[in-house]
């Protein structure tokens, strides 16, 4: 059974599927903008070169300590594959990103609260055959035009997209070619098998 609690089940070598969404269920993601500044918190802990804030302190550095290896952000939630290499990267890349974030949008729309619900949910990938279709799984988030959805990594694997704070080589290694990958997700009957044998692997 995957563990969905950090504090118990935080393991170094180890790949999680993380999720999280708006408290009630509710919009965290408005404007193309927001998508933005969700990704470029991301970039900011992953990237190569540590960043630093207005003051100069600097902002915890987690490259080499996790790696994004796939994600796809919804209008109320969204889904990291992510694969940790330090003990702890998880936890506290989740924190900080979420922090951030989250008093951006509250800043942003004159709101106040929680923006979103619980913490995370991080569930533990005991069988690592499964890695490629939950990176399925997660790139057919989008139910309608998924092929060309503009908040997902999927540009990453199959048009040739490169950054420095996402590393999907994990699991594009393990198809021949992008058109291979590109096959695979569009196997509907094959995902539908996979998704009641991999559902215990899901954060959700």
Not at 178 to 183: E, G, L, P, R, T
Request: with cysteine.
């Amino acid at each position: 059974m995957p563990g969905r609690n950090l504090l118990r089940v935080d393991f170094a070598g180890a790949y999680y599927h993380v999720y999280f969404r708006g408290v009630n269920g509710k919009v965290i993601f408005k404007t193309e903008n927001d998508y933005t500044v969700f990704m470029a918190l991301l970039k900011r802990y992953l990237s190569v070169n540590p960043a630093k804030d207005k003051n100069g302190v600097g902002y915890p550095h987690l490259f080499n300590k996790l790696e994004l290896l796939c994600f796809c952000l919804m209008p109320n939630h969204a889904h990291l594959l992510v694969y940790q290499v330090e003990q702890g990267a998880v936890r506290k890349l989740m924190q900080s990103v979420m922090v951030s974030y989250s008093r951006y949008f509250n800043t942003s729309y004159a709101r106040r609260g929680p923006l979103f619900e619980s913490r995370y949910r991080a569930s533990l990938i005991s069988n690592q055959s499964y890695l490629e279709h939950i990176s399925r799984y997660i790139h057919l988030n989008p139910k309608h035009d998924w092929e060309n959805y503009p908040y997902s990594s999927l540009p990453y694997f199959i048009a040739g997209w490169q950054a420095e704070w996402l590393v999907p080589d994990k699991i594009a290694g393990l198809f021949n070619s992008a058109s291979d990958y590109m096959k695979f997700l569009q196997d509907y009957e094959g995902h539908k098998r996979m998704l009641e044998e991999i559902k215990s692997e899901l954060a959700i």
